[in-house]
């Protein structure tokens, strides 16, 4: 692994489905984070993490369930997905404590039908 | 929280024209203000960026301005050409209380380099 890593690449999933995209990075990174990309609304936060074991919520967090039981790990969980959370999703990781540097992993496009 | 807007949502521009993109943020605690590129069907690439403590920088033929007073940023790209061409998104870092420094996003200008 070299960098940031999310898997599936894409996904087509039944309306009501448990789904969980995984995103794993070998960069020693504190903190990581997903976000959902949709035409026009840009990049919205959905779940961040500042350090193994902590997590928080950001701007678009309903539905969506993380953990971070360790360093490299930060999966994303759909518990019952909805068509509304067709999206594109990029998980991200940077040092905590700085601002800058942050490096996006390849992104999961995912379609509820 | 935190609120970025960017405008215009689409710019199209000619071969070696300049292209400026601006974006304005709510939060007066924000001191970190990064651009992203991102070309289709990619993840998203930092080309430039710009801490609260500095009123302008460049790289090349990219460049970003902040105005700290008004609270926008401004990312200016010279003689453009059509690799130029792609989705760029501005964004601002967000600090309160013990939380790490979650980037919040505009969202994204469209822009064609026509040759």
Redesign the interface.
């Known amino acids: 692994i070299a960098g940031i890593t999310q898997a599936p690449t894409s996904q087509i999933l039944a309306a009501g489905r448990r789904m969980t995209l995984r995103c794993t990075q070998d960069m020693r990174h504190?903190?990581m984070?997903w976000?959902r990309q949709d035409l026009?609304?840009?990049?919205?936060?959905i779940h961040?993490s500042?350090t193994a074991g902590t997590t928080?919520k950001?701007?678009v967090p309903d539905g969506y369930s993380v953990s971070r039981a360790n360093t490299d790990d930060f999966p994303l969980t759909l518990a019952s997905a909805v068509p509304s959370q067709t999206s594109v999703y990029?998980c991200a990781s940077k040092m905590?404590?700085?601002?800058?540097g942050?490096t996006?992993?390849?992104?999961t496009r995912l379609t509820v039908v | 929280?935190e609120n970025v807007e960017?405008h215009p949502?689409t710019l199209s521009v000619q071969e070696g024209d300049s292209a400026v993109i601006k974006c304005t943020y709510s939060d007066s605690a924000s001191?970190?203000f990064?651009w992203y590129k991102q070309e289709l069907g990619?993840?998203?690439?930092?080309i430039i960026?710009i801490?609260s403590n500095v009123g302008e920088k460049k790289d090349q033929r990219i460049a970003v301005t902040l105005n700290k007073t008004a609270k926008h940023f401004s990312l200016h790209i010279t003689e453009t050409q059509p690799e130029d061409s792609a989705v760029y998104?501005c964004?601002a870092?967000l600090n309160y209380g013990g939380?790490?420094?979650?980037?919040?996003?505009?969202?994204?200008t469209l822009l064609a380099v026509q040759p």
């Open positions: 504190n903190a984070y976000y026009g609304l840009g990049l919205r936060l961040y500042n928080g950001g701007e990029f905590e404590n700085t601002n800058y942050y996006f992993g390849s992104g | 929280g960017q949502s001191n970190y990064p990619k993840r998203p690439q930092l960026d801490r998104f964004a870092s939380a790490t420094n979650k980037l919040i996003f505009g969202t994204g």
